[in-house]
Protein backbone atom coordinates (compact mmCIF):
# COMPACT_ATOMS: atom_id res chain seq x y z
CA UNK A 1 0.00 0.00 0.00
CA UNK A 2 1.05 3.82 -0.15
CA UNK A 3 1.19 5.20 2.90
CA UNK A 4 2.09 9.05 3.85
CA UNK A 5 2.91 9.81 7.13
CA UNK A 6 2.24 13.50 7.94
CA UNK A 7 4.66 14.70 10.41
CA UNK A 8 7.25 11.78 9.52
CA UNK A 9 10.03 13.81 11.41
CA UNK A 10 8.55 13.44 14.71
CA UNK A 11 8.51 11.72 17.78
CA UNK A 12 6.03 8.97 16.46
CA UNK A 13 6.10 9.86 12.60
CA UNK A 14 9.67 9.07 11.72
CA UNK A 15 9.63 5.32 13.75
CA UNK A 16 6.03 4.37 12.14
CA UNK A 17 7.31 5.63 8.40
CA UNK A 18 9.96 2.78 8.83
CA UNK A 19 8.20 0.42 10.70
CA UNK A 20 5.69 0.91 7.53
CA UNK A 21 8.44 0.75 4.94
CA UNK A 22 9.99 -2.45 6.83
CA UNK A 23 6.32 -4.31 6.85
CA UNK A 24 6.28 -3.96 2.75
CA UNK A 25 4.90 -0.68 2.67
CA UNK A 26 5.37 2.00 0.07
CA UNK A 27 6.14 5.26 2.44
CA UNK A 28 6.43 9.19 2.07
CA UNK A 29 6.89 11.21 4.94
CA UNK A 30 5.95 15.08 5.17
CA UNK A 31 7.18 17.22 7.39
CA UNK A 32 7.75 20.73 8.23
CA UNK A 33 10.27 20.38 11.02
CA UNK A 34 7.79 22.62 13.54
CA UNK A 35 8.17 20.49 16.23
CA UNK A 36 12.21 21.46 15.83
CA UNK A 37 11.72 25.03 15.52
CA UNK A 38 9.49 25.23 18.55
CA UNK A 39 12.24 23.49 20.67
CA UNK A 40 14.55 26.01 19.28
CA UNK A 41 12.34 29.26 20.15
CA UNK A 42 11.81 27.65 23.17
CA UNK A 43 15.57 26.50 23.93
CA UNK A 44 15.13 23.06 24.05
CA UNK A 45 17.46 20.47 23.41
CA UNK A 46 16.65 17.18 22.69
CA UNK A 47 18.99 14.46 24.45
CA UNK A 48 21.30 13.41 21.77
CA UNK A 49 21.10 15.22 18.10
CA UNK A 50 19.07 13.45 15.48
CA UNK A 51 19.37 13.69 11.78
CA UNK A 52 17.22 15.59 9.41
CA UNK A 53 14.07 13.86 7.46
CA UNK A 54 16.99 13.84 3.98
CA UNK A 55 19.72 11.77 5.92
CA UNK A 56 17.37 9.33 8.09
CA UNK A 57 15.65 8.45 4.00
CA UNK A 58 19.18 7.67 3.60
CA UNK A 59 20.17 6.25 6.52
CA UNK A 60 17.25 4.11 6.39
CA UNK A 61 17.52 2.99 3.13
CA UNK A 62 20.86 1.91 3.43
CA UNK A 63 20.73 -0.53 6.40
CA UNK A 64 17.15 -2.06 5.04
CA UNK A 65 17.07 -1.45 1.41
CA UNK A 66 13.58 0.22 1.71
CA UNK A 67 13.12 3.38 0.10
CA UNK A 68 11.24 6.29 2.20
CA UNK A 69 10.02 9.48 0.02
CA UNK A 70 10.37 12.90 1.81
CA UNK A 71 8.81 15.91 0.91
CA UNK A 72 9.36 19.00 3.41
CA UNK A 73 6.76 21.73 3.59
CA UNK A 74 4.18 23.12 5.88
CA UNK A 75 1.14 21.41 5.55
CA UNK A 76 -0.86 23.81 6.46
CA UNK A 77 -0.16 25.45 2.80
CA UNK A 78 -2.91 24.07 0.57
CA UNK A 79 -0.10 24.31 -2.46
CA UNK A 80 2.31 21.58 -0.56
CA UNK A 81 -0.69 19.70 0.44
CA UNK A 82 -2.10 19.31 -3.69
CA UNK A 83 1.99 18.49 -4.75
CA UNK A 84 1.99 16.08 -2.12
CA UNK A 85 -0.96 14.19 -2.47
CA UNK A 86 -1.18 14.63 -6.19
CA UNK A 87 2.50 13.05 -6.90
CA UNK A 88 2.38 9.91 -4.36
CA UNK A 89 -1.40 9.85 -4.67
CA UNK A 90 -1.86 7.23 -1.10
CA UNK A 91 -3.98 4.96 -0.35
CA UNK A 92 -3.70 5.37 3.66
CA UNK A 93 -2.80 8.49 5.44
CA UNK A 94 -1.50 8.77 8.61
CA UNK A 95 -2.04 12.42 10.25
CA UNK A 96 0.47 13.03 13.08
CA UNK A 97 1.19 16.18 11.50
CA UNK A 98 0.21 18.60 14.53
CA UNK A 99 1.34 20.62 17.54
CA UNK A 100 0.92 17.99 20.32
CA UNK A 101 2.16 19.62 23.38
CA UNK A 102 -0.48 20.44 26.39
CA UNK A 103 2.26 22.67 28.34
CA UNK A 104 3.13 23.87 24.91
CA UNK A 105 -0.59 25.28 23.82
CA UNK A 106 -1.02 26.80 27.56
CA UNK A 107 2.19 28.98 27.27
CA UNK A 108 0.90 32.00 25.75
CA UNK A 109 -1.63 33.63 23.25
CA UNK A 110 0.70 33.00 20.73
CA UNK A 111 1.10 29.60 21.31
CA UNK A 112 -2.13 28.65 21.81
CA UNK A 113 -3.34 30.31 18.26
CA UNK A 114 -0.75 28.55 16.86
CA UNK A 115 -1.79 25.43 18.16
CA UNK A 116 -5.16 26.34 17.21
CA UNK A 117 -4.26 27.20 13.67
CA UNK A 118 -2.20 24.84 12.74
CA UNK A 119 -4.04 21.39 13.80
CA UNK A 120 -7.24 22.20 12.56
CA UNK A 121 -5.98 24.17 9.57
CA UNK A 122 -3.44 20.67 8.41
CA UNK A 123 -6.97 18.14 9.40
CA UNK A 124 -8.88 20.68 7.14
CA UNK A 125 -6.23 20.04 4.15
CA UNK A 126 -5.90 16.59 4.41
CA UNK A 127 -9.77 16.11 4.34
CA UNK A 128 -9.84 18.48 1.42
CA UNK A 129 -6.95 16.59 -0.29
CA UNK A 130 -8.27 13.24 0.58
CA UNK A 131 -11.48 14.34 -1.63
CA UNK A 132 -10.17 16.07 -4.44
CA UNK A 133 -6.82 13.54 -4.93
CA UNK A 134 -7.98 10.14 -3.53
CA UNK A 135 -11.41 10.14 -2.67
CA UNK A 136 -10.99 6.33 -1.48
CA UNK A 137 -7.62 6.75 0.79
CA UNK A 138 -8.11 5.91 4.50
CA UNK A 139 -7.41 8.42 6.96
CA UNK A 140 -5.64 7.17 10.05
CA UNK A 141 -5.85 10.06 12.64
CA UNK A 142 -4.35 10.58 15.89
CA UNK A 143 -6.24 11.39 18.74
CA UNK A 144 -6.03 11.72 22.16
CA UNK A 145 -7.41 9.86 25.15
CA UNK A 146 -7.08 13.17 26.30
CA UNK A 147 -10.32 14.32 24.28
CA UNK A 148 -12.34 12.63 26.95
CA UNK A 149 -11.21 13.93 30.39
CA UNK A 150 -11.58 12.16 33.33
CA UNK A 151 -15.84 12.19 33.68
CA UNK A 152 -17.13 9.90 36.37
CA UNK A 153 -18.61 7.49 34.48
CA UNK A 154 -16.86 4.35 32.14
CA UNK A 155 -15.31 6.09 29.17
CA UNK A 156 -16.34 4.13 25.67
CA UNK A 157 -14.39 3.72 22.65
CA UNK A 158 -15.56 6.89 20.63
CA UNK A 159 -19.23 6.44 20.40
CA UNK A 160 -22.30 6.43 23.55
CA UNK A 161 -25.39 5.04 22.90
CA UNK A 162 -28.24 7.79 24.70
CA UNK A 163 -31.93 6.94 25.75
CA UNK A 164 -33.68 9.85 26.47
CA UNK A 165 -37.43 10.34 26.93
CA UNK A 166 -37.75 6.96 25.79
CA UNK A 167 -35.70 7.64 22.40
CA UNK A 168 -32.28 6.14 21.30
CA UNK A 169 -29.22 7.32 19.80
CA UNK A 170 -25.79 7.33 19.49
CA UNK A 171 -23.76 9.89 19.66
CA UNK A 172 -19.97 10.61 19.83
CA UNK A 173 -19.02 10.18 23.66
CA UNK A 174 -18.96 13.26 24.97
CA UNK A 175 -15.37 14.98 24.74
CA UNK A 176 -14.42 17.57 27.97
CA UNK A 177 -10.27 18.41 27.70
CA UNK A 178 -8.05 20.06 29.83
CA UNK A 179 -6.12 21.63 27.54
CA UNK A 180 -6.14 24.37 23.81
CA UNK A 181 -4.58 21.22 22.27
CA UNK A 182 -6.80 18.38 24.16
CA UNK A 183 -9.73 20.74 22.77
CA UNK A 184 -7.57 21.02 19.05
CA UNK A 185 -8.25 17.31 19.05
CA UNK A 186 -11.95 17.32 19.52
CA UNK A 187 -12.59 19.96 16.94
CA UNK A 188 -10.18 17.88 14.64
CA UNK A 189 -12.69 15.17 15.64
CA UNK A 190 -15.92 16.51 14.60
CA UNK A 191 -14.45 18.24 11.33
CA UNK A 192 -13.73 14.62 10.56
CA UNK A 193 -16.81 13.27 11.61
CA UNK A 194 -18.61 16.04 9.69
CA UNK A 195 -17.04 15.20 6.35
CA UNK A 196 -17.28 11.43 6.90
CA UNK A 197 -21.19 12.03 7.21
CA UNK A 198 -21.24 14.50 3.94
CA UNK A 199 -18.62 13.15 1.43
CA UNK A 200 -18.18 9.40 2.36
CA UNK A 201 -15.17 9.61 4.01
CA UNK A 202 -12.92 7.11 5.51
CA UNK A 203 -11.50 7.58 8.62
CA UNK A 204 -10.37 6.08 11.90
CA UNK A 205 -9.26 8.30 14.78
CA UNK A 206 -6.97 6.47 17.65
CA UNK A 207 -7.20 8.05 20.97
CA UNK A 208 -4.33 7.41 22.16
CA UNK A 209 -2.81 7.57 25.68
CA UNK A 210 0.68 9.21 26.37
CA UNK A 211 3.33 7.29 25.16
CA UNK A 212 6.86 6.90 26.71
CA UNK A 213 9.80 4.73 24.85
CA UNK A 214 12.16 5.27 22.05
CA UNK A 215 13.41 1.57 21.05
CA UNK A 216 11.67 0.24 17.80
CA UNK A 217 12.85 -2.92 15.69
CA UNK A 218 13.97 -1.05 12.84
CA UNK A 219 16.18 1.57 14.97
CA UNK A 220 17.88 -1.33 16.17
CA UNK A 221 19.97 -1.49 12.57
CA UNK A 222 21.33 2.33 13.58
CA UNK A 223 21.22 3.80 16.83
CA UNK A 224 21.24 7.02 14.65
CA UNK A 225 17.65 5.92 13.37
CA UNK A 226 16.25 6.61 16.99
CA UNK A 227 13.05 9.30 17.08
CA UNK A 228 14.05 12.53 19.13
CA UNK A 229 13.76 12.83 22.90
CA UNK A 230 12.05 15.34 24.99
CA UNK A 231 12.93 15.73 28.71
CA UNK A 232 11.64 18.81 29.45
CA UNK A 233 7.81 19.88 31.19
CA UNK A 234 6.56 21.32 27.43
CA UNK A 235 7.89 18.38 25.17
CA UNK A 236 8.63 15.64 27.08
CA UNK A 237 5.75 12.68 28.42
CA UNK A 238 5.95 12.09 31.77
CA UNK A 239 7.33 8.75 32.09
CA UNK A 240 10.49 9.71 29.50
CA UNK A 241 11.30 13.09 31.98
CA UNK A 242 10.92 10.89 35.00
CA UNK A 243 13.48 8.60 33.30
CA UNK A 244 15.84 11.41 32.75
CA UNK A 245 14.86 13.35 35.88
CA UNK A 246 15.69 9.81 37.79
CA UNK A 247 19.25 10.03 35.87
CA UNK A 248 20.22 13.64 36.22
CA UNK A 249 19.61 13.03 40.24
CA UNK A 250 16.38 15.56 39.90
CA UNK A 251 13.59 15.07 42.03
CA UNK A 252 10.82 13.52 40.29
CA UNK A 253 8.40 16.09 39.69
CA UNK A 254 4.69 14.76 40.94
CA UNK A 255 2.03 17.44 39.85
CA UNK A 256 -0.34 17.73 43.25
CA UNK A 257 -1.65 14.50 45.13
CA UNK A 258 -0.24 12.36 41.52
CA UNK A 259 -3.68 10.17 41.35
CA UNK A 260 -4.24 11.77 37.78
CA UNK A 261 -4.84 8.52 36.09
CA UNK A 262 -4.23 7.83 32.38
CA UNK A 263 -3.80 4.96 29.67
CA UNK A 264 -0.14 4.58 28.82
CA UNK A 265 1.66 2.92 25.79
CA UNK A 266 5.20 1.71 24.92
CA UNK A 267 5.94 3.30 21.54
CA UNK A 268 6.34 -0.20 20.06
CA UNK A 269 2.70 -0.63 20.57
CA UNK A 270 1.59 2.57 18.88
CA UNK A 271 3.73 1.24 15.69
CA UNK A 272 1.50 -2.12 15.82
CA UNK A 273 -1.69 -0.07 16.56
CA UNK A 274 -1.07 2.60 13.66
CA UNK A 275 -0.18 -0.89 11.50
CA UNK A 276 -3.77 -2.37 12.28
CA UNK A 277 -5.44 -0.20 11.73
CA UNK A 278 -4.13 0.63 8.15
CA UNK A 279 -4.36 -3.03 7.10
CA UNK A 280 -7.42 -3.21 8.33
CA UNK A 281 -8.90 0.17 6.96
CA UNK A 282 -12.69 1.66 8.07
CA UNK A 283 -15.29 1.08 5.70
CA UNK A 284 -16.19 4.18 3.49
CA UNK A 285 -18.58 6.50 5.25
CA UNK A 286 -17.25 4.74 8.58
CA UNK A 287 -15.27 6.89 11.73
CA UNK A 288 -14.28 4.11 13.04
CA UNK A 289 -12.71 4.88 16.93
CA UNK A 290 -10.07 3.18 19.13
CA UNK A 291 -9.11 4.02 22.24
CA UNK A 292 -5.31 3.27 21.95
CA UNK A 293 -3.37 2.16 25.05
CA UNK A 294 -2.12 -0.68 26.73
CA UNK A 295 -2.22 -0.47 30.71
CA UNK A 296 -3.22 2.75 32.93
CA UNK A 297 -1.30 4.09 35.42
CA UNK A 298 -1.48 7.21 37.93
CA UNK A 299 1.55 9.70 38.63
CA UNK A 300 2.30 8.10 41.44
CA UNK A 301 2.77 4.76 40.00
CA UNK A 302 4.85 5.86 37.45
CA UNK A 303 7.41 7.50 39.55
CA UNK A 304 7.24 4.56 41.93
CA UNK A 305 8.27 2.40 39.45
CA UNK A 306 11.30 4.82 38.09
CA UNK A 307 12.47 5.03 41.65
CA UNK A 308 12.54 0.82 42.07
CA UNK A 309 14.37 0.39 39.06
CA UNK A 310 16.76 3.47 39.44
CA UNK A 311 17.51 1.83 43.05
CA UNK A 312 19.12 -1.37 40.99
CA UNK A 313 21.58 0.77 38.96
CA UNK A 314 22.43 2.72 42.67
CA UNK A 315 20.28 6.53 41.52
CA UNK A 316 19.53 8.20 44.70
CA UNK A 317 15.64 9.08 43.55
CA UNK A 318 13.47 11.47 45.40
CA UNK A 319 10.03 11.71 44.55
CA UNK A 320 8.61 15.22 45.04
CA UNK A 321 5.30 16.54 45.45
CA UNK A 322 4.97 20.12 43.81
CA UNK A 323 2.07 22.31 43.21
CA UNK A 324 -0.10 21.28 40.22
CA UNK A 325 0.53 24.23 37.76
CA UNK A 326 -2.10 22.48 35.68
CA UNK A 327 -5.76 22.14 36.35
CA UNK A 328 -6.65 18.63 36.15
CA UNK A 329 -8.52 16.18 38.71
CA UNK A 330 -5.74 14.90 41.05
CA UNK A 331 -7.73 11.82 42.24
CA UNK A 332 -10.80 10.69 40.00
CA UNK A 333 -12.73 7.37 38.61
CA UNK A 334 -10.77 6.30 35.75
CA UNK A 335 -12.07 3.16 33.89
CA UNK A 336 -11.55 3.54 29.81
CA UNK A 337 -12.44 0.28 27.25
CA UNK A 338 -10.20 -0.26 24.78
CA UNK A 339 -10.58 -3.29 23.21
CA UNK A 340 -10.73 -2.52 19.60
CA UNK A 341 -7.10 -2.64 18.70
CA UNK A 342 -7.13 -5.82 20.94
CA UNK A 343 -9.82 -7.37 18.49
CA UNK A 344 -8.00 -6.18 15.73
CA UNK A 345 -4.79 -8.13 16.64
CA UNK A 346 -2.96 -6.27 19.25
CA UNK A 347 -0.67 -8.08 21.70
CA UNK A 348 -0.06 -5.24 23.73
CA UNK A 349 3.76 -4.48 25.64
CA UNK A 350 3.44 -4.12 29.04
CA UNK A 351 5.42 -1.67 31.06
CA UNK A 352 8.32 -3.70 32.68
CA UNK A 353 11.38 -3.47 35.12
CA UNK A 354 13.45 -4.48 32.06
CA UNK A 355 12.17 -1.89 29.82
CA UNK A 356 12.73 0.88 32.38
CA UNK A 357 16.26 0.08 33.63
CA UNK A 358 17.06 -0.36 29.15
CA UNK A 359 15.81 2.86 29.24
CA UNK A 360 17.56 4.29 32.66
CA UNK A 361 21.14 2.84 31.20
CA UNK A 362 20.95 4.37 27.60
CA UNK A 363 19.75 7.90 28.72
CA UNK A 364 22.60 7.79 31.37
CA UNK A 365 25.48 7.55 28.09
CA UNK A 366 23.99 11.27 27.71
CA UNK A 367 24.17 12.37 31.32
CA UNK A 368 26.03 14.95 30.24
CA UNK A 369 24.06 16.57 28.02
CA UNK A 370 21.19 17.15 30.38
CA UNK A 371 20.26 20.67 31.02
CA UNK A 372 18.63 20.58 34.28
CA UNK A 373 17.63 23.82 33.84
CA UNK A 374 15.24 22.79 30.99
CA UNK A 375 13.13 19.92 33.51
CA UNK A 376 10.68 22.17 34.82
CA UNK A 377 9.83 25.82 33.86
CA UNK A 378 6.43 25.83 35.71
CA UNK A 379 3.90 26.56 32.71
CA UNK A 380 0.80 27.56 34.74
CA UNK A 381 -2.78 26.86 33.04
CA UNK A 382 -4.23 29.93 34.75
N1 LIG B 1 3.53 11.42 21.85
C1 LIG B 1 2.44 11.13 22.55
O1 LIG B 1 2.52 10.69 23.71
C2 LIG B 1 1.08 11.34 21.93
C3 LIG B 1 -0.06 10.93 22.66
C4 LIG B 1 -1.31 11.10 22.09
C5 LIG B 1 -1.45 11.65 20.82
N2 LIG B 1 -0.33 12.05 20.14
C6 LIG B 1 -0.51 12.63 18.81
O2 LIG B 1 0.31 11.92 17.88
C7 LIG B 1 0.83 12.81 16.90
C8 LIG B 1 2.35 12.71 16.85
O3 LIG B 1 2.87 13.06 18.13
P1 LIG B 1 4.41 13.20 18.37
O4 LIG B 1 4.65 13.01 19.81
O5 LIG B 1 5.14 12.36 17.39
O6 LIG B 1 4.61 14.75 18.03
P2 LIG B 1 5.80 15.42 17.19
O7 LIG B 1 5.72 16.89 17.42
O8 LIG B 1 7.07 14.75 17.48
O9 LIG B 1 5.36 15.08 15.69
C9 LIG B 1 4.51 15.88 14.92
C10 LIG B 1 5.28 16.22 13.66
O10 LIG B 1 4.41 16.95 12.79
C11 LIG B 1 5.13 18.00 12.22
N3 LIG B 1 4.18 19.06 11.88
C12 LIG B 1 3.37 19.77 12.70
N4 LIG B 1 2.69 20.70 12.02
C13 LIG B 1 3.06 20.58 10.71
C14 LIG B 1 2.74 21.28 9.53
N5 LIG B 1 1.89 22.33 9.54
N6 LIG B 1 3.30 20.88 8.38
C15 LIG B 1 4.17 19.85 8.34
N7 LIG B 1 4.55 19.15 9.44
C16 LIG B 1 4.00 19.53 10.62
C17 LIG B 1 6.13 18.42 13.30
O11 LIG B 1 7.23 19.11 12.77
C18 LIG B 1 6.49 17.09 13.92
O12 LIG B 1 7.63 16.53 13.33
C19 LIG B 1 0.32 14.20 17.26
O13 LIG B 1 -0.81 14.50 16.50
C20 LIG B 1 -0.04 14.07 18.73
O14 LIG B 1 -1.06 14.98 19.08
C21 LIG B 1 0.93 11.90 20.67
Same mark, same amino acid.
Request: glycine share 8%; charged share 20%.
Given at each position: ????????? +??????????????????????????????????????????????????????????????????????????????????????????????????????????????????????????????????????????????????????????????????????????????????????????????????????? +??????????????????????????????????????????????????????????????????????????????????????????????????????????????????????????????????????????????????????????????????????????????
Amino acid at each position: MRILVLGGD +GYLGWPTAMHLSAHGHDVAVADNYLRRQLCREEQIDFLFEVPDLNQRAALWQSVSGYQIVVYIGDLCQWEFVAEVFADFKPQAIVHYAEQPAAPYSMLNRQAATLTLQNNLTVTANVIFGAKEFCSDAHIVKLGTMGEYGTPNIDIEEGWLDVEHNGRKHTFLYPRQASSLYHTTKIMDTDLLWFYVRTWGLRVTDLMQ +GPVYGLFTDESEKDQRLLPFFNYDEIFGTVLNRFVVQAVAGYPLTVYGKGGQTRGYLNIKDTLNCVRLAVDKPAETGELRIFNQFSETFSVNDLAQKVAKAGKKLDLKIKIEHIENPRMEAETHYYNPKHTGLLDLGLTPHYLSEEDLLEMLEFVSQYKGRINTDQIYRNVKWN
